[in-house]
């Protein structure tokens, strides 16, 4: 057998755990010929097919299945040998991978950003924020960052700041025509923005006071899932939003929000960087975790 390159087996386990092309070009910084070219030579050196290929999906044939769970283990111990060099530098470099929701992106890593580069100027970070529930360990992050109540098994979580808080806004031609809530269930008789998820499921606005907790479920015509248009659709006065005080504080400030039941809006629960608990632990990603933590 001619002697296997291990770009292609990184190749085959970048495509192995992300069943897809495309993604794994993504991971690897090269164009996904280049990724099909590797693999397609690694099963021409090995004479195994290791994947089963359709235009639409990728799937590990048994064969595959099998080296996938040999190289996993043996590429995060050549990952750990890499990082320990870390110690014969000044600073930690390469690039650590980090998911966060859109809606809170801004507010946990936009501060720690400039600090984070500043003192790690060989470290490359890059951020992708979504509030699609993603999977890290499928998609090649390093690290995720959620509210702890979504975190899954497996996975060492470290809880980061700043702790946020959802609160009710309006604007002052809305409450012109509008009396301002006192109470929770006073929003039974006002137009309010639905909150859903990117799958199109909606959650309910929570409020908590003296260990009492109230749900309450909007029914008004307008449905989004980003707090941006949350803001902007409020500031226009077409009704009240449920936003992260953070994104609503500038309108707040110069009177073009009002706040309402903040007496009502409890801090929520705290928000963790997580990553998977087998994982080596990248100088990097110290670095990210040192900066965020509590």
């Given amino acids: 057998m001619r002697t296997t390159d291990l770009s292609e087996l990184a190749a085959f386990d970048a495509v192995a755990r992300h069943r897809s092309f495309r993604r794994a070009s993504e991971e690897r910084g090269v164009t996904p010929s280049a990724i099909s070219h590797a693999v397609s030579n690694l099963e021409a050196k090995i004479g195994i097919r290791l994947l089963n290929r359709t235009t639409r999906s990728v799937s590990l044939t048994d064969a595959g299945a099998m080296l996938l769970a040999q190289l996993s283990p043996a590429f995060g111990e050549i990952g750990s040998a890499l990082d320990a060099l870390n110690q014969f530098r000044d600073t930690p470099f390469g690039k650590v991978r980090i998911n966060a929701p859109n809606s809170i992106a801004p507010f946990v890593l936009g501060p720690a950003m400039g600090p984070l580069i500043k003192a790690n ?15 890290i360990v499928d998609e090649g992050f390093d690290a995720g960052i959620r509210l702890g109540e979504s975190l899954r098994d497996g996975m060492t979580a470290v809880r980061i700041k700043p702790r946020l808080r959802l609160t009710v806004v309006g604007s002052p031609a809305y409450f012109e025509a509008h009396a301002v809530p006192k109470v929770p269930a006073d929003l039974k008789d006002h137009v309010c923005v639905r909150n859903i998820y990117p799958s199109g499921t909606a959650y309910a606005w929570e409020f908590s006071r003296a260990g009492k907790t109230i749900e309450f479920e909007p029914t008004g015509p307008l449905s989004l899932d980003d ?3 949350m803001v902007e659709a409020a500031r226009a006065g077409l009704a009240l939003a449920y936003v992260w005080e953070e994104r609503a504080r500038p309108y707040i400030a110069t009177g073009e ?13 705290w928000l963790y960087l997580y990553y998977p608990t087998r994982k080596y632990i990248s100088a990097g990603l110290r670095a990210v975790i040192e900066v965020l933590r509590v």
């Fill in 121 to 135: 100027p060989s470290l490359e970070l890059e951020i992708v924020a979504t509030d699609r529930l993603v999977d």
């Fill in 227 to 229: 707090h941006e248009l």
């Fill in 257 to 269: 929000l009002i706040e309402c039941l903040a007496s009502w809006c409890a801090p929520e629960d």
